[in-house]
């Protein structure tokens, strides 16, 4: 069954810290990947994308993703952390067809 | 421009009563989705619609109804609400080649 992994429940930082977080899924064939961020009592923000192309996606707020087709993997990184990226991220696939599946989410303290 | 439109924004329901959550895209998207998100557990799929008239279930559909009568609209109805029930709900749409759904603010709802 097609389904979607993050390898941390929970993460705990502090400010300048580099981050990354793990998201493998088990499916051979094309997929397209999403890291998302929720900002405690907000809704999900789309931190970037990878469809197709360069497998190294730069999104927003610093944040990178390397999609490794070898390793079923796309984790996200970014180099130094700051107390405003405390959120709970979501790694989210879309299979063979238009669904979007989650990860369990993993959930990033940034002290300060 | 509106996004996704989510309403009622929190609710409280006895258990046994029926509602309805509202769901608005205004951005002529033809994939819309309802997720519930629980924690520890990501966001599972509960039905989706890929246009008006066509709805299909997802990874946990029961006790839940919808229907898709226009490309705008994709109500949630809970048919006699549980405890189990008790989560935040999304609502998400997408189109062919956008880059990634849209999501709305979410429905917290409460069953007691």
């Known amino acids: 069954a097609q389904s979607v992994s993050q390898h941390n429940h929970h993460v705990i930082l502090s400010e300048a810290a580099s981050l990354e977080l793990g998201c493998n899924y088990s499916?051979?064939?094309?997929?397209?990947l999403f890291w998302y961020v929720q900002y405690p009592g907000q809704h999900l923000q789309l931190l970037l994308k990878?469809?197709?192309?360069?497998?190294l996606v730069k999104g927003i707020k610093g944040f990178e993703a390397e999609f490794i087709k070898s390793k079923f993997s796309f984790n996200l990184r970014k180099p130094s952390v700051q107390w405003s990226d405390t959120a709970e991220y979501f790694c989210?696939?879309?299979?063979?067809?238009?669904?979007?599946?989650f990860g369990a989410g993993t959930t990033v303290t940034v002290r300060a | 421009n509106a996004g996704v439109t989510q309403t009622p924004k929190f609710q409280v329901l006895k258990t046994g009563q029926s509602m309805t959550l509202q769901c608005a895209q205004d951005?002529?998207?033809?994939?819309m989705s309802w997720y519930r998100q629980d924690p520890g557990m990501g966001l599972r799929l509960i039905h989706y619609?890929?246009?008006?008239?066509?709805?299909d279930q997802g990874e946990v559909p029961n006790g839940y109804n919808v229907s898709r009568s226009t490309t705008e609209d994709f109500p949630l109805r809970l048919l006699s609400a549980a405890p189990s029930q008790t989560s935040v709900y999304f609502c998400?749409?997408?189109?062919?080649?956008?880059?990634?759904?849209?999501f709305g603010s979410g429905t917290r709802l409460t069953v007691v």
């Open positions: 998400a749409s997408s189109a062919p080649g956008w880059p990634g759904y849209t």
């Open positions: 499916y051979g064939g094309t997929v397209n």
């Open positions: 990878y469809f197709s192309g360069d497998p």
């Open positions: 989210a696939v879309i299979f063979n067809d238009y669904k979007l599946s």
């Open positions: 951005m002529n998207h033809e994939y």
């Open positions: 619609s890929v246009g008006a008239g066509i709805t």
